[in-house]
């Protein structure tokens, strides 16, 4: 029934729905709820110990929730979605004493490839990931970065309806990321659900379309990245006057970046306020820049501003930007 | 293919290709049959080429109670103990070509011994001192009165073997010289040999009247498909231990097992572990067993002379049902450990509660089956295995009992399996550290 869903290319949703998950005294996942679509490229943030890892178990089935449960398109996930998963962990290794080849087929065959099918993806995929002479190699005989590039291959090799990559960049050079970040790209062009775990905030910047950030085991942001960013971010200009800037209503307070001065606007004020603002008190500018808030801004100071504190109820795009501690 | 023959393939071939598990399955047999020339049969075989125990024993009988006509009548009778060896090898292992060396053993202690009457005890000393004979027995005077005899040997003799044939073979003189001419020919062969065991029987009295032939030798011969079981059970849960908790470390230690539970259940994996690791260790052991030809010859034909299918049947199932059992018991508590050797505690355990209980009150089961306690302890899955295959060696356990115990041993496979799939889980996501108390109990709840 899925697998007929997916060959006729209708791609179902993801519903994460009030999730919870307790250890023996910490809550890791506490009542958790969002969505990932096809043809997008979701991403999960959260600090070290967050509750990322345990959400992404909960979907492969290695832990099981206390309570609430993953739809996939409105029914419980099955058996044969899960063979229908590429998981990329972070926690990740080969086989280190056995062949290239051996292992790949071996994935594939967990998957459901018969033999000689596994056999011929595992050969197309490390042709793909430029790896097609380490077949017959040993997995301890490759680098890092090789390996990490045949873990890629395995979770993809089977075609997989829903991928899962945890840290998928860390330990590759600058072209391999490329390598990588096209292959995400085009899961996510046709139509798979693609969820992408990291803490490389310009990763997630250039590749998510859609966040959700989990901090102590709660939801804490979540949303389009454009519009978390707009409603999350503070408005910061870069100016460069001969005046008080501090001074003026809109600014909330007044830093030096160089020989220019990084005016960080209040709640609400747009920088084309404080352009009318500049104008009508008549202040000569010779530089004038508007700022857009780096993701991993709003990521330290959504985590920071929770600190310790008991957590709040998780907002959807709250419409109060948190001050900085 | 299921995903149990899946991962039950590849953990079979990737063990039978490790070098370590060649040499080891290829090299064993060869390690072993030169130690045992070295240590047991080299020694045995200068002995008998020694020619000590060919050359002759000197008497001198200074108490004139031998009489030279029962020395010549001694010299052609063969030894009883040697015989009877002989009789038991044919029996069991018939048209043995094998354990040459042990055949010509046995007829080395089948071989009479010469005697030769010396007149004085000096002569007999030259003769010992130069070797012509083997050592020199001397009757003293007194000796009707005293009984006591001299014996003299030099220091290069054999003490063990020879001496005492040399010693069976002066009583048997020394016995028919005495009463030669002096009690009826027949009370003299009674003296001899008051019980001839190839002229008598025994019976067995069953408890509903009818008598029938005892024969103890046939009874040992059922033991043997039981016993060989039991020991093939041991042997290759001592084997495949170290293959099972390896397997099970193997995804920790590469650091897969995330991955490997993406596409695969724990009991899946767990069981195709079992399987695949399992078959790797009964190989090794199959290996093992056809090489060393002697025993394995030696065993099969025994069985096949008093083979019982119905009996084979249910050895071989309490044989893989306790496998399974310790085997998933086994990697189930090996998951917890942190390293190799907490692992290896952990296993040794197992195998200890299925192998005491019953090595401890095994005579008492023979002696009878149908005790509470001999059944208590063939129903307790642990325990059942091993008890089993003693109890039904007997011949008197009732069907419907077996099939009690069976499927007793079913049911506890299926919840070790259950239970150790719920550590196996909560022990492969743990890297390096131990689990709690508290939380091993809540997954076993769990499972």
């Excluded at chain 1, 309806?161 to 995400?184: H, Q, R, S, W, Y």
């Excluded at chain 1, 005016?263 to 820049?289: K, N, S």
């Excluded at chain 1, 600190?307 to 959807?316: E, H, N, T």
Aim: hydrophobic fraction near 45%; aromatic fraction near 6%.
């Amino acid at each position: 029934m899925a697998a007929a869903l997916y060959n006729a290319g209708f791609m179902p949703t993801l519903l994460f729905s009030r999730l919870r998950k307790t250890y023996a005294s910490t809550v890791a996942v506490d009542d958790v709820t969002f969505e990932v679509r096809p043809g997008e490229v979701f991403g999960l943030l959260g600090p070290n110990g967050a509750g990322k890892t345990t959400l992404i178990r909960m979907l492969i089935d290695i832990i099981a929730p206390d309570a609430g449960e993953i739809l996939l398109d409105g029914r419980p996930l099955g058996r044969l979605d899960r063979e229908r998963i590429g998981y990329l962990p972070e926690e990740r290794g080969l086989y280190r004493k056995e062949k290239v080849l051996d292992i790949l087929v071996y994935f594939g065959m967990l998957k459901g490839l018969d033999r000689s099918a596994a056999r011929a993806r595992s050969l197309e995929w490390l042709a793909r990931v430029g790896l097609p002479e380490v077949a017959g190699r040993r997995a301890d005989s490759l680098s890092k970065g090789m390996q990490q590039k045949v873990q890629i291959a395995g979770a993809l090799l089977h075609d997989p309806a829903i991928l899962v990559m945890d840290e998928p960049f860390t330990g590759l050079d600058p072209l391999n990321t490329v390598l990588v970040k096209d292959l995400l790209r085009e899961r996510r062009d046709r139509g798979s659900l693609v969820i992408l775990s990291t803490h490389q905030m310009p990763m997630v910047e250039e590749l998510c379309d859609r966040v959700a950030m989990i901090d102590h085991g709660r939801l804490v942001l979540y949303g389009d990245l454009d519009e978390i960013r707009r409603s999350h971010g503070e408005s910061i200009v870069l100016v460069d006057a001969d005046a008080d800037l501090g001074a003026l209503p809109i600014v909330a307070r007044v830093e030096r970046q160089g020989a220019l001065h990084r005016v960080v606007l209040r709640d609400g004020a747009r920088p084309r306020d404080l352009m009318a603002l500049l104008q009508e008190r008549r202040i000569a500018v010779d530089h004038f820049e508007a700022l857009r808030t780096p993701v991993e801004e709003i990521f330290v100071r959504t985590v920071r501003s929770r600190g310790g504190a008991p957590a709040p109820p998780p907002v959807l795009v709250p419409s109060h930007p948190v001050e900085p501690a | 293919m299921s995903k149990v023959g899946v991962v039950a393939g590849r953990e079979f071939l990737s063990t039978v290709r490790r070098r370590s598990y060649l040499i080891v399955t290829l090299g064993m047999p060869f390690f072993l049959s030169a130690y045992i020339a070295i240590v047991g049969l080299l020694p045995a075989y200068f002995m008998s080429q020694s020619g000590t125990s060919v050359k002759p024993v000197g008497i001198v009988d200074l108490a004139r109670v031998v009489r030279p006509e029962v020395i010549d009548a001694v010299a052609k009778e063969h030894d009883g103990a040697g015989r009877e060896a002989k009789e038991l090898v044919r029996r069991l292992a018939p048209g043995a070509s094998r354990g040459n060396v042990v055949t010509a053993l046995l007829e080395d202690l089948d071989r009479p011994l010469a005697f030769v009457k010396m007149a004085s005890k000096d002569e007999a000393l030259r003769q010992l001192r130069e070797g012509i004979v083997q050592r020199v027995f001397v009757l003293p005077v007194d000796y009707l009165g005293s009984g006591a005899v001299e014996t003299y040997q030099t220091e290069a003799a054999p003490m063990t073997r020879g001496s005492e044939r040399a010693d069976r073979a002066l009583a048997r003189i020394l016995r028919q010289s005495l009463v030669a001419g002096r009690v009826p020919e027949d009370v003299g062969t009674r003296l001899e040999q008051p019980i001839d065991s190839s002229a008598s029987s025994s019976f067995l009295v069953r408890a509903d009247g009818g008598v029938e032939p005892y024969r103890a030798g046939e009874r040992i011969a059922r033991m043997v498909i039981p016993g060989v079981f039991a020991m093939l059970l041991l042997m290759s849960l001592l084997t495949t231990a170290g293959y099972l908790l390896q397997g099970v470390v193997e995804e920790k230690e590469n650091r897969v097992i995330e991955v490997i539970l993406s596409s695969v259940t724990p009991q899946d994996l767990l069981f195709g572990k079992l399987l695949g690791l399992g078959a790797a260790g009964l190989l090794q052991l199959g290996v093992w067993v056809t090489v060393a030809g002697f025993a394995s010859s030696l065993i099969a034909a025994a069985a096949l002379a008093y083979l019982n299918w119905k009996l084979f049947l249910f050895c071989l199932l309490f044989f893989i049902g306790g496998y399974m059992m310790v085997g998933s018991l086994m990697t189930g508590t090996g998951a917890l450990g942190t390293n190799a050797r907490e692992s290896q505690q952990f296993s040794v355990i197992w195998t200890l509660c299925l192998v005491i209980p019953p090595a401890v009150t095994w005579m008492l089961i023979v002696d009878d089956p149908n005790t509470w306690m001999a059944r208590a302890l063939g129903w307790f899955p642990l325990t059942g295995p091993i008890t089993m295959m003693i109890r039904l060696g007997t011949g008197k356990v009732p069907a419907w009992d077996a099939v009690v115990a069976l499927l007793c041993l079913a049911a506890g496979v299926y919840i070790s399996i259950r239970g150790a799939a719920a550590l196996f889980r909560l022990g492969l996501l743990m890297y390096g550290k131990r689990p709690s108390l508290r939380e091993i109990v809540r997954q076993l709840r769990h499972a």
